[in-house]
Structures are given as C-alpha cells and as structure tokens.
C-alpha cells in the first residue's frame, strides 16, 4: 500500500498524507530507506546515507507546512548540514564535515524536511554529467546509456527513479535545468538573490551559481521556494519576497502572456532537430492556451561567453583550494584530484587579477545586455540541451587537455548559461521525449524576481499535459 502511494504522490501530496493522519512520517522514512537500499545500489544517486538521523527526525516534533516529514536528499556540493560530510565528489575532501550548518540548510529543516544522505556530483561540480572519480558514476534510469545530468546528477536521479520524491539542488551554468531535462523532471533556477547561503558566504560565482531543488511538480517547486528562499539584510543581490506563496500562485492562472521562441542556436545556427521539436511543440501548447506566442531573437557572443565564464571559475575554483589550504592544513596535489580539475586549478592560479576584474565586468555587462534583449517578452521558451542526451564517459574528466574539455563542455550549455550571467530565472519541464521515450526538457526563462510567471505558467501547462503518469513508467533500466 505505502509503496504505491509512495510512487504515484508528489511530496505535497505526500505531506498532506500525514498531515491528515493517514500516513507518518516515520513510515515514509522507511520507504524512502527501502526504496534506498534496494535502488541505489543500481543507480548510485546517494554517496552518503544518513538513517538514524531521519528516523529521529521523523520521530520528533515536525514543523507544519506543505513539505513537512517528507524524505529528501541533499546535494552534496559545499552545502553544510548538521554534522553530513561535505566532498564536494572529490577524495581530497574525504573525511572533511562541515562547522557550520548553512542558512540554507537551516531553512529546509525548517520546513520539515527530513534529510536521508547527500547526493553524488561531479569532482567541484565542474561537468555536466555526474561520474566522479571519487564516488563512481551515477546512472540514468531512463537509459543506462546516457548522462544523468551534473552537476546535481545525484538528487535528480534520485527523484526520477523514486527513491525520493524532492532533492535539494544547485545550478551554476545549468546545474538543476540540464538534470531535469535528462531524468524528466521540474528544475527551476531561480533568480539571482532568491535564495540566500549564509551565513559565511554572501554569493557564489558573483551570483551566477543558486540554489533551489529537482521535483516531480510544479506545487512541489513553489513549495520549496517558498521555504528556501527570502533576501537577507545586506545581501548584494537583494529581491522583495513575493506578496503572496509562490506555493499560492501555482494555483493561479497566469494571464495572457507574451511568449518568444527560439527558432535557432545563439550564434544563429538552426536548432537539432530534436531540440526543434521540443521548443516547437512547448509554443504551440502556449498557443493552445491563449498565449501571444511568436519566434524571438536570442542572440550573444557564445564564444566569448563561454571563455570570460571558464576564466572567472577557474579563478574563483583556484581560491577555494588556496583557503582549504588553510582550513585543512594541506594544499591540494595533483594526485587529489581528477585531471580537469588540477588542470582549472593551475589555469586559475595564472590569471591576473586585472585580468580577472574585466572578466567580472564583461560577465555584468553580458548580463544586462541579455535581459535588456529579452525585456519584451514576458518568457521566453528554448531547448535547455541543444542536442540529445550524451552517451556517459563524453564529459571526461580525466582529459588533462582543458581545452579538448571546454569544447565537449562548452556547446552543452549555450541556452542556461546565459540566464545564470542575466540572473533570470529559468525553468525546466518535462514536456518532449524522443521516439524510444528519453525526456527532453523545455526551458521557460522570466524577467529578474519574477519566479511567479513560471510558476503559473508551468502549473498551467503541467495541467494541460501531465507529466506525472509518464514518469511512474520510467524504464529503471541499469
């Protein structure tokens, strides 16, 4: 009884199971530790498990809300929680546990979250793919074959093949829509300033990189939001709270938007074919809806994007292995980590920082110039891969050529990366999958603050097109 439930109910639905006495939160800890130990020796979504301490949650007094007792994971990339390692995929942080619980963390335990274990990543997150050295690769469940997505490859598998019904997630150039996209779930980036950290860290990547989670629906996103999200005094990137729950407005239908499309690659390059498909079925079901729906222009500088973005990371990549440094009491060797990353580290450690300080002006002024682009549209819709999933091992990092890397690495994120440089949110939907049943996601990207619209938007066409049938049919292939 509780199996199928489990399978079949998003976590809202989930919570409002317990909250109506038909279910404890105890029992879906159990499950979720079944469903764990049976599955994930497949899959290898969860690197650390964390069962006593979820029983105990699950035993005591839980807050009230949408989320509450419901099992999770999180991501295990800098996020500290409670005394969970953080390794970030990588051996030379074995063995390192967190001081500090983040604000971040703090809020999804306040929300009732119970937390079972962290979920794999690529080495420093730095691929598009989740097969660490370190940890070993995480498999797709829709096909053993492909990708499952990095850098929260972990969480969204962990979702996609039900272990877990929300995971906690992260995206610096892609990192929860390019997942989504490949495992057939929700993945929205919210704006820059959305989320918070804290406590010790103000912003990661000048605001590029935020947090939010991959779910299997749209209430299970807002929700989430909700319960992560709200601007601190102070903070760079400062965002008014909603006046009313994004949780609320997923029940409230959006209005008559003015919808752009995609009908080709940045650099003017006509979409894949696949790719094609997907944006063009997304506008036509907007269209269906009442939508002002009609193609848009989105063009930039790819190339240049791609090398000022691998500058500044690099840069900001080498910094945390010189104040680990520090806080370790050893510097990082080659033998630490996997070839790529050596290769950012040293690459970093080269660049000027005059250097670094026009890149961080050009990224700003890219940023703008992006939203200024897009200010008539109310969203606009691209694919968020595009070209069909990768086979695993394409994103290899242990090429010790950093440049044979960037140029795998490079095309795969040609319409998310921008949208972390803009801070606009961005949202992917499960809502095209290929002739042999692969998810394709569809991207719906926003104005700066203004989550709302997509999350209308999205509830609106997860209504028109359910995706959450199709899901429960996902092939477990391993």
């Known amino acids: 009884m509780i199996g199928e439930v489990y399978e079949k109910t998003d976590a809202v639905g989930l919570s409002r199971l317990i909250a109506s006495k038909q279910i404890s939160p105890s029992e879906l800890v159990d499950e979720a530790i079944k469903r764990i130990e049976d599955k994930n020796p497949r899959f290898n979504a969860i690197v650390f498990k964390s069962y006593d301490y979820a029983r105990r949650q699950a035993a005591g007094q839980l807050p009230a809300g949408p989320l509450s007792g419901v099992p999770f994971v999180i991501k ?95 995206d610096g150039g892609g990192s929860i829509r390019i997942p989504a996209s490949l495992n057939g779930l929700v993945g929205l980036k919210p704006s820059r300033g959305r989320v918070p950290y804290g406590p010790d860290i103000v912003d990661i990547w000048y605001g590029s990189a935020v947090f939010g989670c991959v779910s299997r629906s749209v209430r299970d996103t807002a929700a989430f939001l909700d319960a992560v999200g709200g601007s601190l005094p102070g903070d760079p990137y400062f965002l008014p709270d909603p006046e009313t729950s994004y949780f609320t407005q997923a029940d409230t239908p959006p209005g008559r938007l003015k919808i752009g499309f995609v009908a080709c690659e940045p650099d003017g390059q006509p979409l894949h074919e696949e790719a094609g498909r997907a944006v063009a079925g997304a506008a036509r079901l907007c269209e269906k809806l009442g939508h002002d729906v009609s193609e848009a222009s989105f063009r930039y500088d790819v190339d240049r994007m791609r090398k000022t973005m ?27 980590v996997e070839p790529v990353t050596w290769a950012l580290y040293q690459f970093g450690l080269g660049i000027t920082g005059a250097q670094h300080a026009d890149d961080i002006a050009a990224l700003r002024l890219m940023g703008r110039d992006i939203v200024q682009d897009l200010h008539d549209w109310d969203v606009l819709i691209s694919p968020v891969l595009p070209v069909p999933p990768r086979d695993r091992g394409w994103f290899d990092m242990s090429l010790k050529d950093l440049a044979e890397y960037d140029a795998r690495v490079g095309h795969n994120g040609i319409f998310t990366r921008p949208f972390n440089i803009s801070g606009q949110p961005a949202v992917s939907l499960p809502l095209h999958f290929t002739s042999d049943e692969i998810p394709i996601g569809v991207q719906f990207a926003g104005r700066i603050g203004d989550e709302a619209t997509l999350i209308k938007l999205a509830s609106q066409l997860e209504k028109a097109q359910p995706w959450m049938g199709r899901l429960q049919k996902t092939p477990f292939r391993a």
């Not at 967190?98 to 730095?126: C, H, Q, W, Y």
């Not at 660490?132 to 979702?159: D, L, Q, Y």
Request: charged share 15%; hydrophobic share 40%; aromatic share 8%.
């Open 76 to 170: 295990d990339l800098f996020t500290q929680y409670e005394n969970f390692p953080v390794t970030n995929g990588s051996r030379f942080l074995d063995g390192f546990v967190g001081s500090r619980t983040s604000l971040f963390a703090d809020r999804m335990k306040a929300a009732g979250l119970i937390a079972l274990g962290k979920s794999n990543v690529p080495e420093m997150g730095a691929a598009p793919t989740t097969e660490p050295a370190f940890h070993g690769p995480t498999i797709n469940p829709w096909n053993k074959r492909i990708v499952p997505g990095g850098s929260s490859g972990g969480s969204a598998v962990a979702v996609a093949s039900a272990m877990v019904p929300i995971a906690d997630a992260s």
């Open 310 to 336: 691998r500058r500044v990371t690099a840069v900001l990549n080498a910094g945390f292995f010189v104040s680990c440094a520090q806080s370790l009491g050893r510097q990082v060797t080659e033998a630490d």
